[in-house]
């Protein structure tokens, strides 16, 4: 009876734990998710702001790009696939925004073929044509 009860002991900080770990874990991945902005390759995404704009820094600008079109207006261009960060300071130094970037596909309307380890994607819009990823 004595080990009995020693399991139980050990048993409820591990279920503490296991619960809270999972509370947490649930909270962090949609505030990840909310801190991406997603652009397509080749496209355009405009961003808004409250205020205006004195600098824009991109991480990687061979991934993205971005161009001041008004003094509270961003566009921001997927240029090559992968994730970089977009940083917008204020006339003050003070971060506007202070984001990750992904820029992937547009899934509706591409096609992708496996062969063994060779890839190819098609654009399907109208008819599908390989698109030239390097």
């Given at each position: 009876m004595f080990k009995l009860l020693d399991m139980r002991m050990m048993a409820r900080p591990i279920f503490a734990?296991?619960?809270?770990?999972?509370?947490?874990?649930?909270?962090?991945?949609?505030?990840?998710?909310?801190?991406?902005?997603?652009?397509?390759?080749d496209y355009a995404r405009i961003i808004k702001l409250d205020r205006p704009v004195s600098r824009v820094i991109?991480?990687?600008?061979?991934?993205?790009?971005?161009?001041?079109?008004?003094?509270?207006?961003?566009?921001?261009?997927?240029?090559?696939?992968?994730?970089?960060?977009?940083?917008?300071?204020?006339?003050?130094?003070?971060?506007?925004?202070?984001?990750?970037?992904?820029?992937?596909?547009?899934?509706?309307?591409?096609?992708?073929?496996?062969?063994?380890?060779?890839?190819?994607?098609?654009?399907?819009?109208?008819?599908?044509?390989?698109?030239?990823?390097?």
């Amino acid at each position: 009876m004595f080990k009995l009860l020693d399991m139980r002991m050990m048993a409820r900080p591990i279920f503490a734990l296991t619960v809270c770990t999972a509370a947490l874990t649930s909270a962090i991945a949609p505030a990840e998710a909310e801190n991406t902005i997603r652009v397509d390759l080749d496209y355009a995404r405009i961003i808004k702001l409250d205020r205006p704009v004195s600098r824009v820094i991109v991480g990687n600008a061979e991934i993205a790009d971005a161009t001041v079109s008004d003094a509270q207006t961003i566009i921001l261009t997927g240029k090559s696939f992968g994730t970089t960060n977009l940083v917008i300071l204020d006339n003050d130094g003070n971060a506007i925004v202070d984001e990750r970037v992904l820029v992937s596909l547009e899934d509706n309307n591409t096609v992708q073929i496996y062969r063994q380890d060779e890839r190819t994607v098609m654009s399907c819009t109208p008819a599908c044509e390989p698109l030239d990823l390097e």
